[in-house]
């Protein structure tokens, strides 16, 4: 089945303690991204990786980290979780990130709550 | 800059009537997309239609129709005798390609419950 897959679905931690969701695609997309839902405020895009090893801001880079070394997978790196990280956070990925035409397919969401 | 608005933060029927969902967007390019995604009360995210900028067609699928209207910048979402399976959180998102990359902004979220 085409999926995307989060890891973990539900996380509560502390301030200051380093975390890592994973994200992995199993439809050979070379464009992925990561979003942070917050109500209100729709979904807003955190980082986007165009192919592997290649990847940008978007539009609240602040305080996250990603990696892209394998196409499968897009793990999102919080080194230093502060509570205003306490977010829905989605992976996404689509066919290509080079024409606005493709449907990104989203993961299940990982809510995370920092203390 | 995009933008996408969906002015109507909740709404509520009763089962069965028929209900718009608004979506107001604003860009300066020609080529883009206009994409309606449901966040049901389980939380994923999924994908419903996808329109481009340079087709104004409505569309329809069973129940669902969209309405792309692009002298008022507007993309919105009928939903016609309504169900309790209706019952989500609806995004608008518009897609360009900016600085070399797809960029795709969300609206607000529209929260739809359908009563029974």
Redesign the interface.
């Known amino acids: 089945e085409a999926q995307v897959t989060q890891n973990p679905r539900y996380l509560i931690t502390v301030t200051g303690k380093k975390l890592t969701v994973t994200c992995s695609q199993n439809m050979n997309h070379e464009y992925m991204s990561w979003y942070r839902q917050d109500p209100g405020l729709g979904l807003r895009q955190i980082y986007y990786s165009m192919n592997v090893e290649v990847t940008d801001k978007g539009d609240v880079p602040e305080g996250y980290k990603v990696s892209r070394k394998e196409k499968r997978n897009f793990p999102l790196i919080l080194e230093s979780p502060s509570p205003n990280q306490t977010s829905l956070y989605f992976c996404a990925s689509s066919f290509q990130g080079y024409s606005p035409a493709y449907e990104q397919y989203f993961g299940p969401g990982t809510r995370l709550t920092v203390t | 800059a995009q933008k996408?608005t969906?002015a109507q933060?909740e709404i509520s029927v009763v089962e069965k009537e028929d209900v718009t969902l608004d979506c107001v967007y604003e860009t300066r390019d020609t080529?883009?997309?206009l994409?309606w995604?449901k966040q049901p009360p389980s939380?994923?995210?999924v994908?419903l239609i996808?329109r481009?900028s340079f087709d104004e067609q409505n569309e329809i699928s069973g129940r669902y129709s969209w309405n792309f209207q692009k002298s008022t910048s507007s993309f919105n979402f009928t939903i016609t005798a309504s169900q309790v399976v209706d019952s989500a959180v609806y995004?608008c998102a518009l897609?360009?390609?900016i600085q070399?990359?797809?960029?795709?902004v969300?609206?607000?979220?529209t929260r739809l419950t359908i009563n029974p």
């Open positions: 996408v969906q933060t080529t883009y997309y994409f995604y939380g994923e995210l994908f996808r481009n995004f897609s360009e390609w070399g990359a797809q960029k795709l969300f609206g607000q979220g």
